[in-house]
């Protein structure tokens, strides 16, 4: 197996003239074009210093450069680490401190490391610099060699950095093409961001190892993406994508018999949304379920019947339980914590090992943290999170993060940040804030967390109270604030 990168160079080859990707300008990247630039890419990482196993840390938007700036990361023997483009200068410290990166791409740059620019049109120092540079050799790595660092947010501490080998991106995007039926006629409506699995993993390897061909979309616009879909065979998307598009009550225009498959991810997928869009346009949607420590681990099938409410079943080479506390597989049909192990799962997080033994059990298992049931039939259901991590828009928010620039705010007393269901972002961030004396408002709380949080994190509805629920033991007791408050955005 060895260099990820080798297997996608060969597909490349094999599909050279092709298109590969289908930009928003209406210009094209063949494979070759591709191929080309990732050789310059990698010649220039490497005459900045990258060498084998350096970190490489990216805060770039989407684009043509972005991807092969991905790719070149990794022909050069390098660790990719992709950063959410909405992460203030503040949040960015952080990851910079922690990674360690041997250079820095992004936007503008940094003191603190070597940093090359390139921004969405892909040009930059980047590109200046890798123009014309002359393509090294492949390095040669070894299946367990790291490729990527994915940094997730938990319910305590700073974000994790998942560490993904080049194995763990090999046999997934393997499993996933066969699951999923790949073949090198179909084309890729991409409309997802590239900083996360989602975007740059599961929908990019699928096409690249195929020789597909990509609609090569910056951000999600819903009348942009309607209009490409009658060039397109698959969809991949958050269910923001499909709320949106379903809010056009002219959608679709025309048919969509020549879609082969819409698949949902990153987060829940409601049955309303599954079933109003079976009715609208005469697809099921195919739901799997992943996350960024194990990439993809169960999915609805391309072929039989796609269950609302379910994600299918585990991977091929996965093994799936629903465990207690103690890692003990419960009876069939019981709800317990999803734990997992395969190929696909993570080595651990980068430099936390303490972390790493909480959360991988000794005989090779991950807790998700997730919590689930499995059918008879062998169908897995996510019913919960055991943790309070809250996913608006497909992306995750750390409460206590929140929490504590909150409380810092003035007349603020205490705060709980909870999700609720909404129905564009699946959820939404509702803060609950006891005040000191006057009401806190919404403005309040968006001048204060603006240059510090992303805005994605920041609450939608401030809603005051005069003191938070607590259990016996004093802890705040959020789950009956999410009950109290689960319709808040219902007429949104």
Same mark, same amino acid.
């Given at each position: 197996?060895?260099?990820?990168? /080798?297997?996608?160079?060969?597909?490349?080859?094999?599909h050279s003239d092709l298109d590969c990707l289908r930009l928003a300008d209406s210009s094209r990247w063949s494979y070759t074009d591709l191929e080309v630039r990732v050789g310059e890419l990698a010649g220039c990482l490497v005459s900045h210093g990258v060498a084998p196993g350096d970190r490489v840390v990216v805060q770039v938007d989407k684009s043509a450069e972005n991807l092969a700036l991905y790719l070149a990361t990794l022909a050069?023997?390098?660790?990719?680490?992709?950063?959410?483009? &909405?992460?203030? &200068?503040?949040?960015?410290?952080?990851?910079?401190?922690?990674?360690?990166?041997?250079?820095?791409?992004?936007?503008?740059?940094?003191?603190?490391?070597?940093?090359?620019?390139?921004?969405?049109?892909?040009?930059?120092? *980047?590109?200046?610099?890798?123009?014309?540079?002359?393509?090294?050799?492949?390095?040669?790595?070894?299946?367990?060699? @790291?490729?990527?660092?994915?940094?997730? /947010?938990?319910?305590?501490?700073?974000?994790?950095?998942?560490? @993904?080998?080049? &194995?763990? *991106?090999?046999?997934?995007?393997?499993?996933?093409?066969?699951?999923?039926?790949?073949?090198?006629?179909?084309?890729?409506?991409?409309?997802?961001?590239?900083?996360?699995?989602?975007? $740059?993993?599961?929908?990019?390897?699928?096409?690249?190892?195929?020789?597909?061909?990509?609609?090569?979309?910056?951000?999600?616009?819903?009348?942009?993406?309607?209009?490409?879909?009658?060039?397109?065979?698959?969809?991949?998307?958050?269910?923001?994508?499909?709320?949106?598009?379903?809010?056009?009550?002219?959608?679709?225009?025309?048919?969509?018999?020549?879609?082969?498959?819409?698949?949902?991810?990153?987060?829940?997928?409601?049955?309303?949304?599954?079933?109003?869009?079976?009715?609208?346009?005469?697809?099921?949607?195919?739901?799997?379920?992943?996350?960024?420590?194990?990439?993809?681990?169960?999915?609805?099938? *391309?072929?039989?019947?796609?269950?609302?409410?379910?994600?299918?079943?585990?991977?091929?080479?996965?093994?799936?339980?629903?465990?207690?506390?103690?890692?003990?597989?419960?009876?069939?049909?019981?709800?317990?914590?999803?734990?997992?192990?395969?190929?696909?799962?993570?080595?651990?997080?980068?430099?936390?090992?303490?972390?790493? &033994?909480?959360?991988?059990?000794?005989?090779?298992f991950f807790i998700t943290g997730d919590l689930g049931t499995v059918d008879e039939e062998g169908r897995v259901s996510i019913v919960g999170r055991s943790k309070d991590l809250v996913i608006s828009g497909g992306y995750n928010v750390y409460p206590k993060e929140v929490e504590s620039l909150i409380d810092d705010i003035e007349g603020v007393k205490e705060s709980a940040v909870i999700g609720v269901p909404h129905a564009d972002f699946?959820?939404?961030?509702?803060?609950?804030?006891?005040?000191?004396?006057?009401?806190?408002? $919404?403005?309040?709380?968006?001048?204060?967390?603006?240059?510090?949080?992303?805005?994605?994190?920041?609450?939608?509805?401030?809603?005051?109270?005069?003191? *938070?629920?607590?259990?016996?033991?004093?802890?705040?007791?959020?789950?009956? $604030?999410?009950?109290?408050?689960?319709?808040?955005?219902?007429?949104?």
């Amino acid at each position: 197996m060895g260099n990820f990168y /080798s297997e996608i160079a060969n597909a490349m080859a094999q599909h050279s003239d092709l298109d590969c990707l289908r930009l928003a300008d209406s210009s094209r990247w063949s494979y070759t074009d591709l191929e080309v630039r990732v050789g310059e890419l990698a010649g220039c990482l490497v005459s900045h210093g990258v060498a084998p196993g350096d970190r490489v840390v990216v805060q770039v938007d989407k684009s043509a450069e972005n991807l092969a700036l991905y790719l070149a990361t990794l022909a050069a023997g390098a660790v990719y680490v992709p950063l959410n483009t &909405a992460y203030t &200068a503040a949040e960015l410290d952080y990851f910079v401190e922690n990674a360690e990166p041997t250079l820095f791409v992004g936007s503008q740059e940094r003191t603190d490391v070597a940093s090359l620019t390139l921004d969405a049109n892909g040009a930059g120092t *980047l590109s200046d610099a890798s123009r014309g540079c002359e393509a090294p050799a492949v390095v040669t790595r070894e299946d367990s060699d @790291l490729a990527a660092i994915l940094y997730t /947010s938990g319910t305590t501490g700073r974000s994790k950095g998942a560490m @993904l080998s080049h &194995a763990n *991106l090999s046999s997934n995007a393997h499993a996933l093409c066969e699951a999923w039926g790949w073949k090198h006629e179909d084309v890729l409506l991409h409309a997802l961001p590239i900083f996360h699995v989602h975007g $740059l993993f599961i929908a990019s390897h699928c096409a690249l190892l195929n020789g597909s061909a990509m609609i090569w979309l910056p951000k999600f616009d819903a009348a942009e993406v309607h209009q490409h879909l009658e060039e397109a065979s698959v969809m991949m998307g958050v269910p923001t994508f499909y709320t949106r598009l379903l809010a056009d009550p002219a959608f679709p225009a025309s048919s969509l018999d020549h879609i082969r498959v819409f698949i949902c991810g990153s987060a829940p997928l409601t049955e309303q949304v599954f079933s109003e869009w079976e009715e609208r346009t005469g697809h099921r949607i195919l739901e799997r379920y992943g996350m960024s420590e194990t990439i993809i681990n169960t999915t609805n099938p *391309l072929d039989g019947a796609r269950v609302p409410a379910t994600v299918g079943f585990p991977l091929p080479g996965l093994d799936l339980r629903i465990a207690d506390d103690d890692g003990v597989p419960v009876t069939t049909g019981d709800v317990g914590t999803i734990e997992v192990r395969g190929p696909n799962v993570f080595g651990g997080y980068w430099r936390m090992p303490d972390k790493t &033994a909480e959360e991988i059990r000794e005989d090779g298992f991950f807790i998700t943290g997730d919590l689930g049931t499995v059918d008879e039939e062998g169908r897995v259901s996510i019913v919960g999170r055991s943790k309070d991590l809250v996913i608006s828009g497909g992306y995750n928010v750390y409460p206590k993060e929140v929490e504590s620039l909150i409380d810092d705010i003035e007349g603020v007393k205490e705060s709980a940040v909870i999700g609720v269901p909404h129905a564009d972002f699946g959820e939404g961030v509702v803060a609950v804030i006891v005040p000191d004396d006057s009401p806190v408002e $919404l403005d309040t709380v968006e001048a204060a967390l603006a240059g510090q949080l992303a805005r994605f994190k920041q609450p939608k509805v401030v809603v005051n109270v005069d003191e *938070l629920p607590r259990n016996p033991m004093g802890k705040v007791q959020k789950n009956l $604030l999410r009950e109290q408050y689960t319709d808040l955005f219902q007429d949104s």
